[in-house]
Structures are given as structure tokens and as C-alpha cells.
């Protein structure tokens, strides 16, 4: 109960300090962010609101201002099945990849934020 309350707790001042901190969107013109939210729209990135990696994530994803949908995987059993069932395992994040060949799972959050900085750092 105690380790619960601590981990949460933490896990709040974490998400507050990211708030205080993020980083400021990148500018695109309105057709290069156009282009980039039609190839954003086949992502998903399945993760847990407090998760360090999954705030780093998030972080990436503000800073090149993609949208990409958001399915947590903790608190909503449609999500964290799909994670599973598809993905392979319930480990966050995790993004999904959906393109015309297939769809990929991509863990880590490392690999996660290489993939978007080489795919639309530059768009």
C-alpha cells in the first residue's frame, strides 16, 4: 500500500516536472504539417501515463509536434490486450507502426524516439 502510494506520488511529480519543462513544439509550414499528421495518423503509442520512458516519449513527440494517438496500457483492458495479443508483450512504450506492408511494434524508448527523430526531424 505504501510502495502504491509512493509510486504514484512520484510518478505525479514526474508528469508535473515534464509540464514545467517540455520542450517547445517544432514549426513546420501548414503543408509539411499536414503531410507529417497523414503519416502520424498510422502511429499509436501504447504506454502508462507515469512511466519515465513513456514521459520521454511523449516528451519526442511534443518537441516534433506529431499526434499521435495515445493507448494506455495500464488502465484501459482493450489497450493492454491489443499490447499483448499483437505487440507480442505488455511492455511500454511501445509503438505502432501501421504502414501498407504490415504493421511493426517497436520497443524501447530509445529505439522509439530514433525512429521519430529520423522519420520527421527533418519534415
Known amino acids: 500500500m505504501i510502495v502504491k502510494a ?3 506520488g512520484l510518478g505525479n511529480i514526474i508528469i508535473f516536472v515534464d509540464f ?4 517547445a513544439k517544432m514549426k513546420r509550414s501548414a503543408e509539411d504539417q499536414a503531410e507529417v499528421e497523414r ?3 498510422a502511429l499509436s503509442l501504447y504506454q502508462f501515463r507515469a512511466c519515465p520512458f513513456c514521459i520521454k516519449t ?5 518537441k516534433l509536434n506529431l499526434p499521435v494517438t495515445l493507448r494506455d496500457a495500464k488502465n484501459n483492458q482493450q489497450d493492454r490486450q491489443t499490447l499483448l495479443e499483437q505487440g507480442g508483450k505488455i511492455q ?3 509503438l505502432r507502426i501501421d504502414e501498407a506492408g504490415g504493421t511493426t511494434w517497436l520497443y524501447d524508448s530509445k ?3 530514433d ?3 529520423e522519420r520527421f526531424a527533418a519534415a
Open 6 to 8: 509512493l509510486r504514484n
Open 39 to 41: 503519416a502520424a495518423a
Open 92 to 94: 511500454v512504450p511501445c
Open 58 to 62: 511523449r516528451r519526442t513527440l511534443h
Open 115 to 117: 525512429y521519430l527523430q
Open 20 to 23: 514545467l519543462t517540455r520542450p
Open 111 to 113: 529505439a522509439i524516439d
